[in-house]
Structure formats: structure tokens, C-alpha cells
């Protein structure tokens, strides 16, 4: 955990770009890989977060996730279902929001998007904090190790800024905890946010990313699931 005056200037630094995000997203400003411009489902992120989570409704609910993610939340090692347990509940709730407008393109996800599916707004504000709740996965899929060296000097370079020092992320600024992911899902990720097919990126992800070839992607990976 970063603390102190860097942990304060990263959280303002972080929360600075993705506020900013919204606002030029809501006045149709931003590029196609950044945030929803559905000023609605930005509505409905606020809706969830201002609700005050049951968490044991949440784990009423989880049941329907857990057919894909684990009983447990782990998600699968050969990166076809990422780790959800211990991600932050902000970033859940927005991911949810993303994939119900279309914003990021999920085809199974989308008929457990629907509030109607869970028990509204409520139901997703529940969950989510269930979700957050529960411990991260030990023993993630890694990949071959060879290049852990090269993927910390990318992240510590490229990622540590909005990510944090142990990849933990910030829930007030929405940047997901990247720490103990599976390797395949997370270098499957990088792939497709520097290639553009995944269209909520951060526009300043999509930029750090751009430029890494298929070998740096996976040093980087490899080295996050291992933190």
C-alpha cells in the first residue's frame, strides 16, 4: 500500500484523469476507448454507489456469477474467467455498467449486467460488495517466468503511477487491483486494450500500452500475477 505525500499526490494524480474522463465522456469529448459516454449508465454507477450494500444479500446473489468465476471467485488459471474476488467494488460496478451499455464488448457477461437479473440497482450494489469482500485467489495462473525482470521495470516505468507500488490499485480513482490476476486473462487484456477492441480502456492505459510488443505484454503479465 502506498501511504504518505506519494500516496496522496497518486491518489489525486489518478482520480485527476479519471474524473476528468467522466466529464469529457458526458459531453461527448472522448475518444471511443475511454469511458461510457451513456450518461445514463454513469447515473446508474452513482445509483450503486450511493445505495449501502447487504453484503450477505450479495452473497444471496453471487451464486449466478459463481457458474463462471468459482464458487470462490477465483476464476479459472487458463485466464477463461479472471479472479473477481478482492476487486475493488467501484471498479465492479463500473465494469458491470460498461458491459450492460455496450461500452465493453462481453457477450456472457451481458444477461448478468442486467439489474433486472439481480434484484436492481440495489442487487448489484450488493453483490459487488460481496465480490470485494471475499480473499484473492493464492495461486494464480502464471505464465513461464523467464522475463519477470523486464515485465517490473515495464510496470514500475508504465503502470505503477495509477496502479500502485504492489498493483493494488485505487477504488476512489476506479482502477482495478491487477495484483494476483491470471496471466492469461490479464496479458489477453493488454492485448486487446493496445489493439482497441476493448473500448472503455483508460485512454492513458491506451497509451502506455500502445507502444509494448507481444513479448513485453507478457513479461508485464506475468509479472503482475506473481505480485
Known sequence: MITGHLGRHLNRHCRRRFLTGCILALTGFMPTCAISTNANIAQDITQALELTPNVENGEKIYPLCASCHMKNGWGKKDG???????????????????????????????????PASIGG??????????????AKDPNPGMGTGKDIELGKNIYKKRCLQCHGENGQGNN???????????????????KWIRDGYRKN???AMVTEVKALSDEELDALA??????
Open 121 to 134: 440497482m440495489q442487487g448489484i450494489s450488493d453483490v459487488t460488495a460481496y465480490i470485494a469482500s471475499m
Open 172 to 190: 476512489a480513482a476506479y482502477f482495478p487491483s491487477l495484483k494476483g490476476q491470471h496471466h492469461a486473462y490479464l496479458l489477453r487484456q493488454l
Open 201 to 203: 480502456a483508460n485512454e
Open 80 to 114: 477463461s474467467f479472471p479472479v473477481i474476488a478482492g476487486q475493488h467494488r467501484n471498479v465492479l460496478i463500473k465494469q458491470l455498467s460498461d458491459i450492460r451499455s455496450r461500452n465493453r464488448e462481453n457477450p456472457t457477461m451481458f444477461p448478468f449486467t442486467d
Open 222 to 227: 506475468d509479472y503482475l500475477s506473481r505480485l
